[in-house]
């Protein structure tokens, strides 16, 4: 069965210091892969996704990861992060057979001013 | 575009009494899915809808928990009687069918007292 780690539970950083959330996930066939953040009391929101092709992906809000096959891993970078970044960010990818999504545990954005 | 509508936003219960919550999708997706995410954890799918029929109920504790999507439209997710570890942020969330992308609503919290 498919897994995702996401390797820090925290990861404090000061304001516009650059960041990246680490994620690796199990799987050594074809896969979608997602970063979504979550802000205090609210829902799940998409920052980007990894369908194929460049293995770069830019998201929203200045986000950005890169999709490396070889190392099963797609850590999300920001070079400067802002206040409003504060957040949980979670790392998910999809069994390709039913679209279902398989979480990693999140990781919480601490920003420190 | 509306996005994912759920109600309440906020529940509060003693256990073994019942709850239920709603969703209503983005228009046209025909898949719907209802998460349960633990404080600290990332999503965990209950329940997978296609139109009006289930696709995946494997991780839905059916002694307690129910879901229904009568019309392939709106769905509501039932708990009779709630238990303490039932406390959760309950999500909802839709995509076309076959698509490759996942829309989240606010989520409901539940806490069972």
Not at chain 1, 51 to 55: A, D, I, N, P, Y
Not at chain 2, 80 to 87: G, I, N, R, V
């Given at each position: 069965a498919q897994s995702v780690t996401q390797l820090d539970s925290q990861v404090p950083v000061f304001e516009e210091a650059p960041v990246e959330l680490r994620c690796n996930y199990s799987s050594s066939v074809s896969v979608y892969l997602f970063w979504y953040v979550q802000y205090p009391n609210q829902g799940l929101q998409l920052l980007l996704k990894y369908?194929?092709?460049?293995?770069l992906v830019k998201g929203i809000n200045g986000f950005e990861a890169e999709f490396n096959k070889s190392q099963t891993s797609f850590h999300l970078r920001k070079p400067s992060v802002h206040i409003s970044d504060t957040a949980e960010y979670f790392c998910a990818v999809s069994d390709?057979?039913?679209y279902q999504l398989i979480w990693g545990a999140g990781t919480k954005l601490i920003i420190k001013p | 575009e509306a996005g994912v509508a759920q109600s309440p936003r906020y529940k509060i219960i003693e256990k073994r009494q019942s709850v239920a919550f709603w969703c209503n999708p983005i228009s046209g997706h025909a898949t719907l899915y209802w998460y349960q995410q633990i404080l600290g954890q990332g999503p965990k799918l209950l329940i997978q809808f296609q139109n009006n029929g289930v696709?995946?109920?494997?991780?839905?504790?059916k002694d307690r928990f129910s879901a229904e999507r009568l019309k392939g439209v709106d769905s509501t997710l039932k708990i009779?009687?709630?238990?303490?570890?039932?406390?959760a942020v309950y999500l909802c969330a839709s995509d076309l069918a076959g698509g490759d992308t996942q829309y989240f609503g606010p989520g409901t919290r539940l806490t069972v007292l």
């Open positions: 369908l194929s092709g460049s293995t390709l057979s039913n | 696709v995946d109920d494997s991780q839905l504790p009779q009687p709630a238990k303490l570890e039932d406390s």
